[in-house]
């Protein structure tokens, strides 16, 4: 399920940020996120958020985050979330191929240049190909490394015009937390 979540947030961060379809694109994003507690796994320092808008994020709390343990289910809380994407459109290599869904890391400390005192939730390689491309209805279809369909809407036009269906894609995704999280005082 974890590997499905992060391939359908890929897919969607992908198609609407990129701008030049045969080029690699390289970024890091960041959101403020504002929602209530709605899981706690004290053991691995974990909490899952529901925010305002319905979303749910599963966050590591990094050793920084001081009285983790003052935490309760229902509590609001901020923080910021960072992900790094990086897709290449290129051919996959041998050993891409042998395992087109690699986790490197999770939950833990990656190799990659993330901010200061942030802790990767979760590192991977997945090779996706595009199956279908509704361009009247800015959407498309991909097909994860594991038979599994996404439909990702798209937002920008230019870069819905420049996919072609069986087009394949490399993505290297990452997500990291902050190290502090800020309880809200319900009014």
Do not use: C, H
Request: no cysteine.
């Amino acid at each position: 399920m974890r590997k499905q979540t992060i391939l359908t947030i890929t897919a969607f961060i992908i198609f609407n940020f990129i701008g030049f379809a045969q080029e690699d694109i390289e970024k890091w994003y960041t959101e403020e996120i504002q929602g209530s507690i709605t899981e706690i796994d004290s053991e691995n320092r974990e909490l899952t958020v529901t925010g305002q808008e319905g979303n749910i994020v599963t966050i590591i709390a990094g050793d920084e985050v001081e009285r983790f343990n003052e935490l309760v289910i229902g509590d609001i809380i901020k923080f910021d979330y960072w992900t790094y994407i990086k897709a290449e459109f290129r051919k996959p290599t041998k050993e891409e191929l042998e395992d087109p869904l690699l986790v490197i890391a999770e939950a833990g400390k990656a190799d990659l240049d993330t901010p200061p005192g942030a802790t990767v939730g979760a590192l991977i390689n997945a090779i996706v190909t595009v199956e279908v491309i509704n361009r009247p209805y800015m959407n498309v279809v991909v097909k994860g490394p594991e038979g599994e369909f996404v439909t990702i809407p798209v937002e920008n036009t230019s870069v819905i015009k420049k996919l072609n269906v069986g087009q394949v894609i490399i993505i290297t995704y990452a997500e990291a937390m902050a190290i502090y999280i800020e309880k809200i005082p319900v009014k």
